[in-house]
């Protein structure tokens, strides 16, 4: 029926028309004082033709209506799909959606081509930044005093945000080099806390790292960047607190005493650029290490959530429960 009140919607006008015709030639035949059985006798045939006519243009245009909602929602879309059109009007339509998909087409292309410029140029130049701060780094191993010590933890902030843009721009490709398998979980714990071991003891916070002999199936370097940015956040927002990591079930857990996350920020916390009340007090706060998270938890079939309170603590469980992955 959505159809048929479609249609008659769409040609009302000619309904119009027809009961215009067919009082006039009431009125010509009333005028003329004609047999009322020619009257019946014609408005049949007319009725019955009528009729024919446009049950046979109702059928007609339901199947294109319903051949152009079957395209719709279609990311591969493009115009050889449509339907051919029939009339000038439709030709008129069909050559300004010709012009406006060319349009587009030019403007994605050149779009893409900027972003890949982009994206190689950013690729190359975090390798080439990777150079100087090695050495920067094997210069401060030689000082030992205090400045040199704090100067190594801020290099260190250097090499983490630098990596944290790599992976950025490796989590926007389409060639990400994903190797899931099952593993261990402890050594991937271990190895994240011995990356952040020398900013939890400037920081002065202790850490409690549980044995979780848990194995997964994930892929490990990925799963370690997402634990490593929680832990970074940990320390930064916990000075001289606590830090606990331990899982209960397939969950990971890492909660923490700090200064907690207010209300009207935890909905947007995973947001890309969002940095919250925290992130004004930290100026060095991007905005991108927790949307990394949840992107890079959504490609491993795994899940993240962020409980918090202010002045209480955060608590950040990620879900590690086998994942059902799409074979693209």
């Given at each position: 029926m959505r159809f048929f009140w479609g249609y008659l919607k769409e040609k009302i006008w000619l309904l119009v028309l027809l009961g215009l015709c067919t009082g006039l030639f009431a009125a010509v035949l009333w005028l003329y004082?004609?047999?009322a059985e020619a009257a019946w006798y014609g408005g049949g045939l007319s009725l019955a033709a009528v009729l024919a006519f446009g049950l046979a243009d109702l059928l007609r245009w339901s199947r294109k209506v319903r051949a152009l909602e079957a395209?719709?929602?279609?990311a591969a879309l493009t115009m050889d799909q449509l339907p051919e059109p029939e009339g000038m009007k439709e030709e008129a339509f069909h050559a300004l959606l010709l012009e406006l998909d060319e349009t587009r087409r030019t403007i994605a292309s050149a779009s893409?081509?900027?972003a890949r410029e982009a994206a190689d140029y950013y690729t190359m130049w975090v390798h080439q930044i990777k150079t100087p701060i090695a050495a920067m780094g094997l210069m401060l191993q030689e000082d030992p005093s205090q400045r040199g010590r704090e100067l190594e933890a801020e290099l260190f902030r250097v090499e983490r945000y630098v990596e944290l843009v790599l992976s950025y721009l490796r989590l926007g490709g389409s060639a990400t080099d994903y190797l899931i398998r099952e593993q261990p979980l402890d050594p991937i714990l271990r190895q994240a806390v011995r990356r952040y071991a020398p900013?939890?003891?400037?920081?002065?916070?202790?850490l409690e790292l549980r044995e979780t002999e848990l194995r997964v199936l994930t892929d490990e370097k990925w799963l370690q960047l997402v634990v490593e940015q929680v832990l970074s956040n940990a320390v930064k927002y916990t000075p001289g607190g606590r830090v606990t990591v331990w899982t209960e079930g397939n969950w990971l857990?890492?909660?923490d005493n700090g200064v907690g996350i207010a209300p009207e920020d935890l909905p947007r916390i995973f947001d890309r650029g969002f940095t919250g009340c925290n992130g004004r007090m930290d100026k060095r706060a991007t905005g991108i290490g927790l949307y990394l998270c949840r992107q890079i938890c959504r490609r491993l079939g795994h899940t993240i959530a962020v409980d918090s309170e202010p002045g209480?603590?955060?608590?950040v469980?990620?879900?590690l429960a086998r994942p059902y992955l799409e074979v693209e």
């Open positions: 004082d004609l047999p395209l719709r929602g279609r893409d081509a900027r900013l939890f003891i400037r920081g002065k916070v202790s857990m890492v909660e209480r603590g955060t608590r469980t990620i879900g």
